[in-house]
């Protein structure tokens, strides 16, 4: 598919009393049409903040900076008034989160919120909306759509308004979906049913889709584009198959070396990584990741490494562990 959102030179600060503090920086990314990447990290790495930011609500907090463009087709989301964004949002654009009260409204019912995510999309009788909505929880896994479409969000487990705001959130057939551990909170079967759901909706509709997520075992089993964060840049954004199989970077390598063996092709003898995240307010001088990073060298100490291209992929490390040409 064709470029559907760039990200370029993304910076996000918070400013706090104490001063700014740098949430996201120097990232850039793209997203094509159709296509599944996949944000990965731990928490505290940038990625919901990021998720966040192109959907236009970090921007919404006074203390937050947001500079860069976000382009989705050929607007910058960066530059476009809070108006504009909002207009995007819901229809081309929308987002699931991790905390489904957030997002549902406690005073409607489900019925009344289904129906006006259903409208931004298309306008139907009121027999066939009333099917679409039973048909659309059905494809998250909810049977008695009737029962569940009359009630209220506080009526229904955390698990049962997390899958209706995943319908809501597929219903208007988005342009981009945006999903932060859309899944977490629900059990294996439901996740993998609902991880189906976007698989197909970006093959049969070209639904683009940006999961952000600490698992890597749905990011290799989804993604056509993994990108790794960590401190608030992106460390490497390959191909699962480079990264699983070969990470590039010391962080991606050391996170894939405490998954079981099973899920992946493990490479061998690479530590896990001893050492927290680092506060964003007090980051490590040069690379973030030096004081956790066992190929740490005397550059590594003292100056950031820029993303570069090598081997197909994006790399921010000065002692990369593929070289360039290498297969
Ligand atoms: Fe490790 Fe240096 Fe690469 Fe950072 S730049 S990941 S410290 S080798
Ligand atoms: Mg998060």
């Not at 731990?42 to 937050?64: C, F, P």
């Not at 889709?209 to 954004?237: F, N, P, S």
Request: hydrophobic fraction near 40%; include cysteine.
């Amino acid at each position: 598919g064709g470029r559907l959102l760039r990200i370029e030179d993304l910076e996000v600060t918070v400013h706090k009393q104490q001063g700014p503090v740098s949430l996201v920086r120097e990232t850039s990314f793209e997203v094509r049409e159709g296509e599944i990447v996949c944000l990965v990290g731990e928490s505290g790495s940038g990625k919901s903040v990021t998720a966040r930011t192109i959907m236009g609500l970090t921007q919404l907090d006074d203390n937050m900076e947001v500079t860069g463009r976000i382009l989705l087709g050929d607007e910058d989301l960066v530059a476009l008034p809070a108006d504009r964004v909002r207009r995007l949002r819901g229809r081309d654009l929308t987002m699931v989160f991790q905390e489904p009260l957030s997002s549902l409204d406690p005073v409607y019912t489900v019925d009344f919120q289904l129906r006006e995510a259903l409208r931004r999309r298309e306008r139907l009788g009121r027999r066939a909306e009333r099917d679409r909505l039973v048909s659309a929880l059905r494809e998250v896994g909810i049977h008695d759509g009737d029962r569940v479409l009359q009630s209220y969000p506080h009526q229904l487990s955390g698990g049962m308004c997390q899958r209706v705001m995943i319908a809501m959130a597929l219903l208007g057939r988005p342009r981009l979906l945006i999903a932060d551990e859309p899944t977490t909170a629900l059990d294996v079967t439901v996740q993998a049913q609902i991880l189906d759901l976007i698989d197909r909706l970006r093959r049969e509709e070209g639904m683009a889709v940006l999961l952000v997520t600490h698992d890597m075992g749905v990011a290799a089993d989804l993604a056509d584009r993994v990108i790794v964060m960590y401190a608030g840049q992106v460390v490497e954004d390959a191909a699962p198959r480079d990264i699983f199989a070969r990470p590039a970077h010391p962080y991606p390598a050391g996170l894939l070396a405490s998954i079981p063996p099973m899920i992946r092709e493990r490479p061998a003898r690479l530590p896990a990584i001893p050492g927290p995240v680092p506060d964003p307010s007090a980051l490590p001088s040069g690379c973030s990741f030096h004081p956790r990073c066992s190929f740490a060298t005397e550059a590594c100490l003292t100056t950031r490494p820029a993303a570069r291209e090598i081997d197909g992929r994006q790399v921010a490390c000065w002692n990369p562990l593929v070289e360039e040409g290498v297969a």
